[in-house]
């Protein structure tokens, strides 16, 4: 799920989902280059969404993996999305939700 024991995060856009702007399988971005360099490997580069279900626009998201910064999540220009829950605890119904269904 997210992290525990991390220094506060402060990334803009933390979590995301994947399947597209009603997508229900959240993803919670690692801090580090590498780890999110994998993660878009993983499912390509035009898979994160800010969800409807985590309450955002529903528009794509870039994964920017960074050396000099926390790796994060980044709306697309133009933006106008108005999410107010960014963190990775945004996400924590749908963490719920994939729990149970397993």
């Given amino acids: 799920m997210h992290p525990v024991g991390r220094a506060e995060d402060t990334r803009k856009v933390q979590t995301a989902v994947l399947g597209g702007p009603d997508g229900h399988l959240p993803l919670f971005l690692p801090y580090e280059k590498q780890a999110a360099d994998l993660l878009r490997q993983k499912h390509g580069p035009n898979a994160f969404t800010c ?51 397993k």
Avoid: M, W
């Fill in 51 to 101: 969800g409807t279900l985590l309450g955002g626009c529903g528009k794509p998201l870039t994964l920017r993996a960074c050396d000099d910064k926390k790796s994060h999540f980044a709306h697309r220009p133009p933006v106008r999305c108005t999410r107010t829950a960014l963190g990775a605890d945004s996400a924590d119904h749908l963490y719920i939700g994939e729990a149970l269904a």
